[in-house]
């Protein structure tokens, strides 16, 4: 898992309501990445972000929010508008530039209460 | 349509025993291909990476093949563990900074 950990590793959501998940990493790298990984599918895009304070939208970006305040920190909001939000999400982090350097954190996995 | 496609889905050996996976790939321009295994409800964790000039990379018991002309790849665990039973992603490296994943194989090995 390198040096990225993600918290909680399980999380649970009621209907109607936010839940963020946490990443942090202390490699020291720029560029920070969402992934969403349903069963039998491939890994899915939700967001990125190059450097602090800029944040792009992936392949799934509708219901979710992301903010990149601190280098270290890139947490994911999964929102209300997202109708089918359990899943197992996967927070990577990789050189500025060189996207084939990502190192995956653990994991978290959201259920719908 | 996927660009990157693997098989077979899911596979059961013996532990002790040998096996390949296939990754085929329609991503263009290429860049790198890079093997994941990934246990069950971990992240991935890398195993191989290669560029279009090498191919065959190893990594204790993996070994890994690339043909960029027919844009193949293959993974082959040699002398099976049951520690072995994961799920073995691949992905591709256009070079745009976006990175096309396959949907993995899943192996089981059994004692």
């Known amino acids: 898992d390198g040096g990225i950990t993600q918290s909680p590793k399980y999380l649970f959501r009621k209907e109607g309501q936010n839940v963020t998940l946490s990443c942090e990493q202390n490699?020291?790298?720029?560029?920070m990445y969402w992934y969403r990984q349903d069963p039998g599918q491939g890994l899915r895009l939700i967001y990125y972000?190059?450097?602090?304070?800029?944040?792009q939208k992936g392949d799934i970006a509708e219901g979710y929010s992301v903010s990149r305040e601190k280098k270290e920190s890139f947490p994911l909001t999964v929102t209300s508008a997202q109708k089918n939000p359990t899943a197992f999400y996967l927070c990577a982090s990789s050189i500025q530039g060189a996207v084939e350097t990502q190192y995956f954190g653990p994991g978290t996995r959201l259920l719908v209460l | 349509k996927n660009q990157v496609e693997q098989s077979p889905q899911s596979l059961i050996i013996l532990e002790g025993k040998n096996c390949t996976l296939q990754c085929n790939y329609t991503v263009s321009p290429f860049s790198n291909l890079r093997w994941y295994k990934q246990d069950t409800g971990r992240g991935p964790v890398s195993l191989t990476i290669m560029t279009f000039s090498e191919n065959t990379k190893s990594n204790g018991r993996y070994t890994a093949t690339l043909d960029a002309d027919t844009k193949q790849s293959s993974l082959h665990i040699t002398a099976s563990q049951l520690s072995d039973s994961a799920s073995y992603i691949c992905?591709?490296?256009?070079?745009?900074?976006?990175?096309?994943f396959g949907k993995g194989n899943q192996v089981v090995v059994i004692p």
């Open positions: 972000s190059q450097i602090v304070n800029d944040f």
């Open positions: 992905v591709v490296n256009p070079g745009n900074n976006r990175l096309a």
């Open positions: 490699l020291n790298h720029d560029a």
